[in-house]
């Protein structure tokens, strides 16, 4: 494997011995290098922020009079349009969504509400899902008119605002809406640890005896803290903590079983394109939505759906809707494709 | 071998632009460091993949907390490892109490036996592994086509047509590669065995 260009060289000798010493390096986990990468991201990213968080919120709060005003005027004009979600009323902090299975709310000194779509709740409310029947229960809330908090069966939380929530036991889902915002972050606090929302959706699961504690992220980036040690996690990952602070992560795909109960409250498709559903579709099961080609892109971007499609659950309505518009889906592993539907070619 | 000055002002630029949320210093950052952190964590904690894994991005973590505390006057590699290092040995504090198996072989010691036994003796087998460890991660801080280049060359005793071919360069542009990547080399080499100096140091005081 010589050649002239390999005629001994002492300039080389050095590194040539080491080389040879060290022999191959042994392979890294590929994976496990990208989750950190991805983590350490975020969490530079939080740490970056902050300085400019300062400057933003000094410019915000000259500004926030005339904002005031704006956003009022703006919510009439929804509100007559029909386009914007009921918010909570002043004092009210969630507004039900939907509710399964056995639900229960109680408020100190007061009378329990009933649990049905449209019922406002005030902070201080305390929830709970399921009972000893097992019963499969679940409930889905709007946060001060923004954030979607649903609740999986045998889970008790208490409201304590419309951005703080305590987990008591169980598991909740959050989504705070697509991309980054200006919104006050969402705390879920638990006994082992507090996990809050840099713009994300996640769900916090703490097991029944407070023994272990399970954030998942899907899309964005959490915050967990426990004691004065911190944890962010990303996309795509999930941090469990135990009861000494020891963390341990793990990969979590957005179309893992773990977030099926969240599936099963999630509120109905509010009506539009079947392309917005395609979107809504995306969201609720973690499924990749293919086009197969522009054309078909365009074709369920100007198509409207017309009537009520409460009742299809989100990882079933492409397969019922999508017919009616010449299109067709198919799943492969998490992958949606739509395609022009074959009889139509 | 020549002598020069590890890249103090690429490192002092690199934390001003994390520092101004620049995006490409991130990325910069991890395909220059993260590779050499991780093998220089893994190493210390017996390969365990998960462990490592929570170290490195602790060590992270803090790192960007307190960025602004670098002042340059070392390789940023080095301070990366000290931290690093501490999280290791946080680790093995908390863990005290539990047994340890406390080996040495080929893989090198354990930190809990570097902490507890200053006055060991290494022999030959441990500085060849120390050699090892600094080889490799000095390899994991370069580009990788120095990397690669380096390793076909050396390691694997390619010729420089053979590792043109496969850079899918000419001949004098590979020779060019190959003395570019040597120096750097050279430097990155150093700087671990500088932070392994260190380390030594600190253990035995």
Redesign the interface.
């Given at each position: 494997?010589?050649?002239r260009?390999?005629t001994p060289d002492p300039?080389?000798d050095?590194?040539?011995r080491?080389?040879?010493?060290?022999?191959?390096?042994?392979p890294?986990?590929e994976d496990?290098?990208e989750?950190?990468?991805r983590?350490?991201?975020a969490?530079?990213?939080?740490?970056?922020?902050g300085?400019?968080r300062a400057t933003r919120a000094n410019r915000r709060i000259g500004l926030v009079g005339l904002a005031a005003a704006l956003l009022i005027a703006l919510g009439l004009a929804w509100w007559l349009r029909g386009d914007i979600r009921p918010s909570p009323a002043p004092g009210d902090v969630a507004l039900v969504e939907v509710a399964k299975g056995i639900v229960t709310a109680s408020v100190p000194r007061e009378p329990s509400p009933q649990l049905t779509a449209g019922t406002r709740l005030a902070h201080g409310t305390s929830l709970e899902t399921g009972d000893e029947s097992g019963t499969p229960s679940g409930l889905a809330l709007r946060l001060g008119g923004r954030v979607s908090l649903r609740l999986a069966t045998a889970t008790h939380v208490t409201l304590r605002s419309d951005s703080v929530v305590e987990l008591h036991r169980g598991a909740v889902y959050v989504d705070t809406g697509s991309g980054r915002s200006n919104h006050e972050s969402i705390e879920i606090r638990t006994t082992l640890g507090t996990a809050t929302d840099l713009g994300t959706r996640f769900l916090v699961d703490l097991d029944p005896r407070g023994e272990e504690l399970v954030v998942g992220v899907r899309e964005g980036e959490v915050r967990v803290r426990h004691d004065a040690r911190?944890?962010?996690a990303m996309a795509g990952s999930r941090l469990v903590v135990d009861r000494t602070g020891v963390?341990?992560?793990g990969p979590l795909s957005p179309s893992d079983d773990l977030w099926r109960w969240a599936v099963d409250v999630a509120p109905p498709f509010p009506g539009g394109t079947v392309a917005e559903l395609l979107s809504w579709t995306r969201r609720e099961t973690g499924w990749e939505i293919r086009y197969a080609t522009a054309e078909t892109e365009a074709v369920a971007a100007r198509t409207t759906i017309h009537g009520s499609v409460a009742a299809l659950p989100p990882d079933e309505a492409p397969f019922a809707i999508l017919p009616g518009a010449g299109l067709e889906a198919t799943l492969e592993e998490d992958v949606l494709v739509v395609a022009p539907a074959r009889d139509s070619n | 071998m020549q002598r020069e000055p590890p890249d103090l002002d690429a490192d002092r630029e690199l934390v001003r632009r994390l520092l101004d949320a620049d995006q490409d210093a991130f990325d910069l950052l991890a395909s220059r460091h993260l590779r050499g952190l991780y093998r220089f964590a893994a190493r210390r904690l017996d390969g365990d993949p998960e462990l490592t894994a929570e170290i490195v991005q602790r060590t992270l973590v803090k790192v960007f907390a307190k960025l602004s505390t670098y002042r340059g006057e070392g390789a940023f590699f080095g301070w990366l490892c000290a931290c690093c290092r501490n999280e290791i040995l946080m680790h093995f504090r908390r863990r005290r109490g539990r047994p340890v198996a406390l080996g040495f072989d080929e893989k090198g010691v354990g930190a809990d036996a570097l902490v507890a036994s200053p006055s060991y003796a290494p022999d030959h087998d441990l500085m060849q592994s120390e050699t090892a460890e600094r080889v490799h991660v000095a390899l994991d801080l370069l580009p990788d086509d120095y990397a690669r280049a380096l390793e076909w060359k050396y390691t694997d005793g390619l010729s420089v047509r053979e590792i043109a071919s496969r850079l899918d360069l000419g001949e004098k542009a590979t020779e060019s590669l190959l003395t570019r990547a040597r120096a750097k080399f050279r430097d990155r080499y150093r700087e671990v065995r500088d932070t392994q100096t260190h380390e030594a140091e600190r253990d035995s005081s």
């Open positions: 494997m010589t050649d260009h390999d300039d080389q050095d590194v040539r080491l080389l040879e010493l060290a022999g191959p390096r042994p890294l986990p496990d290098l989750t950190i990468r983590e350490a991201m969490a530079w990213r939080s740490e970056t922020a300085a400019s911190e944890a962010v963390v341990r992560r | -």
